[in-house]
């Protein structure tokens, strides 16, 4: 328990206070434009996979897969903000935790500042440990409630042997200053935090190392609505401050919107398309994305425009039996024979803008042509034959 009762019996004041406090509003739409990340590749990810073996039987033999991902592949610049944006399932925590190599691929290659860090055995992971973080989802269940807050944001210099300069103690209360948390609440314990707090303890553990990367597997989506703004507010200070680089896992188009340099959607283990912000968002071309961003409220009716929701019909299709060729083909509207028979690549479409479609929205390129080309000398990063997939 606390030895500082004292200060413990202080009521924790709920309200959010320090970088990334903003008003009580859900993250806004309308975001000023950044300026252009064109660094260096930090991550690059390619043909990424990953197939959960299915097992039956009292030998526990393999009968089937899920395949969560199925050969994905983007690279992240220094710097940047990678949204990972798709509906529950479609593999963007297992992506996410592939890259951090909490869970190793069953295929693919991921290179982290040139380095292939694929079949990195863990000790020689353990120093790459502090250049890569991740955030998780709910704020609660990924903090230790018996541990302190100083014992949860020094935990990684004890992991990792590391002597602050001026002492564990004086760093971490530097670190909580710095996400907007009172340094006298380190004795205290999570559960005497709002949700809002929790998470900003959270991100405050995952600073402790100063690292290059950081994966946020929906940082706010367990907050209430009028925190997440400050929430989000916060990770770009902080990204700003600190020159991070984040990859951010969301199903709300909305917060992604907000925060990221470029947007993958991912679909059923894939990516359909990947785009910057702007581009993404103004002329989508997979008609995938556009029914998720028919989904978006969009808070002035006046900037609402003809905009038709569409209601995807059916449910997403189980990842242990995706469709054959375009997955997305049995809730799409526009699906036509040969969505049925050639699976479209992810080509780009225009400078910048890759889609995997073979009827793509809002381009003047032949598209269909673009893919038909790409489709006779598949594009690097295509997933591979199914026979060629290794075992899960
Ligand atoms: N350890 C596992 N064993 C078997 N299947 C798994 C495992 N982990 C995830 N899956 C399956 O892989 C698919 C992708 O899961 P994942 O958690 O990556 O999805 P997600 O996009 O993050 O979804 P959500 O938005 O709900 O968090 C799902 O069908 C899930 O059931
Ligand atoms: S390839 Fe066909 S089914 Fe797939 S998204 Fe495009 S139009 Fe729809
Ligand atoms: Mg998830």
């Given at each position: 328990m606390s030895t500082e009762k004292t200060a413990a019996d202080t009521p924790v004041e709920t309200a959010e206070q320090g970088?990334?406090?903003?008003?009580?509003?859900?993250?806004?739409l309308a975001k000023e434009a950044r300026p252009a990340r064109d660094g260096e590749p930090l991550l690059e990810v390619d043909n990424l996979g990953k197939h959960f073996p299915v097992t039956a039987g009292l030998l526990r033999r393999q009968v089937a897969a899920v395949k969560a991902v199925d050969g994905v592949s983007f690279s992240v610049r220094k710097g940047e903000t990678l949204g990972l944006v798709g509906e529950s399932g479609c593999g963007k925590s297992t992506t996410g935790r592939m890259i951090m190599r909490l869970l190793d691929p069953s295929f693919g290659k991921i290179t982290f500042e040139g380095e292939?860090?694929?079949?990195?055995?863990q000790g020689r992971l353990r120093p790459l440990r502090r250049d890569l973080q991740m955030i998780f989802q709910d704020p609660y269940s990924s903090l230790n409630p018996r541990k302190t807050v100083g014992a949860i944001v020094g935990a990684p210099f004890r992991l990792q042997n590391i002597e602050a300069k001026q002492g564990v103690k004086k760093a971490v209360q530097e670190i909580l200053e710095l996400v907007g948390l009172n340094p006298e609440h380190y004795n205290r314990y999570p559960h005497e935090f709002s949700g809002g707090q929790r998470q900003r303890i959270g991100i405050a553990r995952t600073l402790a190392l100063k690292p290059k990367l950081i994966v946020a597997d929906e940082p706010v989506s367990a907050l209430d609505v009028s925190v997440q703004a400050q929430v989000v507010n916060l990770l770009e200070d902080l990204q700003d401050e600190l020159d991070l680089t984040y990859v951010v896992i969301a199903h709300d188009l909305s917060v992604v919107r907000h925060i990221s340099d470029r947007v993958a959607v991912m679909y059923l283990g894939k990516i359909v398309e990947l785009a910057d912000r702007a581009d993404l968002y103004e002329r989508p071309m997979h008609p995938y994305t556009n029914a998720l961003l028919s989904a978006v409220p969009i808070p002035d009716p006046s900037e609402r425009g003809d905009r038709q929701r569409i209601r995807l019909q059916g449910d997403v299709p189980s990842p242990l039996d995706p469709p054959p060729a375009c997955r997305f083909h049995t809730r799409c509207?526009?699906?036509?024979?040969i969505c049925k028979q050639v699976e479209p690549p992810l080509v780009e479409l225009s400078p910048g803008h890759q889609a995997a479609c073979h009827f793509p929205e809002n381009t003047t390129v032949s598209a269909t042509d673009e893919v038909a080309r790409a489709a006779v000398?598949?594009?690097?990063?295509a997933a591979p034959a199914e026979e060629s997939a290794p075992e899960a």
């Open positions: 970088p990334g406090a903003a008003s009580g509003t859900a993250p806004s292939d860090i694929t079949k990195m055995s509207w526009k699906a036509q024979d000398a598949p594009a690097a990063g």
